[in-house]
């Protein structure tokens, strides 16, 4: 079974610049996370996807980060303008959440590195 | 608001040599569950172990296990017979128990443990 899978792995952008990225959760996964991850912390939840359905983006700066997740399924992650601050690695997990309460495991992906100049 | 506090930025023994990894949470939630995650230079994290607060019984996975103090808050992770290939970040997370209705919550992370397997 294929992992989380997320694009492109690096990249290398100036500041003021727009940049996106791009995860597949694993199949049949219904929620969808992002986290940033910067040097030297443990990853941070930007929002939380049930479905299509944004439920959680209380950290997501919105004034320049915008989400989707068109059909449930893939996510697209956007920052415009980039700041220098916004240097980071940016995960992406998924689980199968279910209505019963128990917990499933958030499988991650590689991450896209990030580097603002 | 829940917190996870790592206090060992970095650790380093010598292979086969049993090493503690120390994590601290607050939270005023009954309900949650503790993870470690393991994330080598690649980056993917990968899940070590994990512990549900409401079992009294200490975690086990192979040469890994947790020392789960609730009532302290404490959350540790031993490494028995350590490995090189144990060198990696490791981190230690939270996540409160799902609400009926379903969904979860996202991780909260502590700020990580660099441990180092010398050979």
């Known amino acids: 079974e294929a992992g989380v899978v997320q694009s492109p792995r690096y990249k290398i952008i100036e500041k003021k610049q727009p940049v996106a990225f791009w995860c597949n959760p694993i199949?049949?996964?219904?929620?969808l996370y992002w986290y940033r991850q910067n040097l030297g912390q443990g990853p941070e939840l930007l929002i939380r996807?049930?479905?299509?359905?944004?439920?959680?983006d209380s950290q997501l700066p919105k004034d320049r980060f915008s989400a989707e997740r068109l059909k449930g399924v893939d996510s697209t992650l956007k920052i415009q303008p980039a700041e220098l601050g916004d240097s980071a690695v940016y995960l992406c997990?998924?689980?199968?959440?279910?209505?019963?309460?128990?917990?499933?495991?958030?499988?991650f992906g590689p991450g896209t590195r990030l580097t603002v100049l | 608001a829940q917190t996870v506090t790592q206090s060992q930025p970095e650790m380093s023994v010598q292979e086969a040599e049993t090493v503690t990894l120390s994590c601290t949470y607050d939270?005023?939630?009954?309900?949650?569950?503790l993870f470690w995650y393991k994330q080598p230079p690649s980056r993917q994290m990968i899940l070590v172990i994990r512990?549900?607060?409401?079992?009294?019984q200490n975690a086990t996975e192979n040469r890994f296990s947790v020392n789960f103090q609730k009532a302290a808050k404490s959350f540790s992770l031993k490494i028995s017979d350590s490995q090189l290939g144990d060198t990696a970040m490791y981190f230690c997370?939270?996540?409160?128990?799902?609400?009926?209705?379903?969904?979860?919550?996202?991780?909260?992370f502590g700020k990580g443990t660099h441990l180092i397997i010398q050979p």
């Open positions: 997990a998924s689980s199968l959440s279910s209505p019963s309460g128990f917990y499933n495991e958030q499988f």
């Open positions: 199949s049949g996964h219904n929620t």
């Open positions: 996807y049930e479905n299509e359905e944004a439920v959680d």
């Open positions: 939270t005023s939630e009954n309900n949650y569950y």
């Open positions: 512990q549900e607060a409401y079992k009294q």
């Open positions: 997370a939270f996540i409160r128990g799902s609400r009926s209705g379903g969904g979860a919550d996202g991780l909260t």
